[in-house]
């Protein structure tokens, strides 16, 4: 069965330092990779994804991530960080399942950026 | 931008009764699942819906969870008799093709009493 791990519950920058939020994945085969953000009270917002091809994957917010197999990791990475990217970021692994799909989270990393 | 949408928002119900929460996925999508999130935990899957039918469902879809998509827009989840436990967020999600990204809608928060 796959599973994530996002070993930091908490992380704290201030704003124009550099992010790195750590991922790190568990899948038989090649895996659907995704990162999700969730702002207090509202849903998931999809910041990127990594489905196969170049493992640099740019997203929204000028957020990227890198797959690297050898790692099992897929982190995300921000090289300057706005104050209004305080939020909750999780990580998840999807799975063709049947007829349809299933993604699994990881326990999710809360961003706290301080001024 | 198409989005899915829930309602209602806030659900607050007596532990024993039924709810049934709703969701609008994207009107082109084809895959409908639903997840939730216990507070402080992490986000989980409960069933995903295809064709009509449930393709899979976790552990914690026992028999007193369903699905439904009554009609063409519709995707409703329906607890028949709510316990104390399962008082948490529901997210719906919808794709389009079962290897592409799932949207999710904002969330109905569920509070049993």
């Known amino acids: 069965a796959q599973s994530v791990t996002q070993p930091d519950i908490h992380i704290t920058v201030s704003e124009g330092a550099s992010l790195e939020l750590r991922c790190n994945y568990s899948y038989g085969a090649t895996p659907y990779l995704f990162w999700y953000v969730q702002s207090p009270g509202q849903g998931l917002q999809l910041l990127l994804k990594y489905f196969s091809g170049d493992t640099l994957v740019q997203g929204i917010k000028g957020f990227e991530a890198e797959f690297k197999r050898s790692q099992s990791s897929f982190n995300l990475r921000k090289p300057s960080v706005h104050w209004s990217d305080a939020a909750e970021y999780f990580c998840a692994v999807g799975r063709i399942t049947g007829t349809a799909s299933k993604l699994t989270f990881g326990t999710g990393t809360r961003l706290q950026v301080t001024l | 931008e198409p989005e899915v949408t829930q309602t209602p928002s806030h659900q607050v119900t007596q532990m024993g009764q039924e709810v049934i929460l709703r969701c609008v996925p994207i009107s082109n999508h084809l895959y409908f699942y639903w997840y939730r999130q216990i507070l402080g935990q992490k986000v989980e899957f409960l069933v995903s819906?295809?064709?009509?039918?449930?393709?899979?469902k976790s552990e914690i879809f026992d028999d007193q969870f369903s699905v439904e998509r009554p009609d063409g827009s519709n995707f409703t989840l329906k607890i028949r008799s709510t316990k104390l436990e399962d008082s948490a967020m529901y997210f719906c999600a919808s794709n389009l093709n079962r290897e592409g990204t799932q949207y999710f809608g904002p969330g109905t928060r569920l509070t049993v009493l």
């Open positions: 819906f295809y064709n009509n039918e449930i393709s899979e």
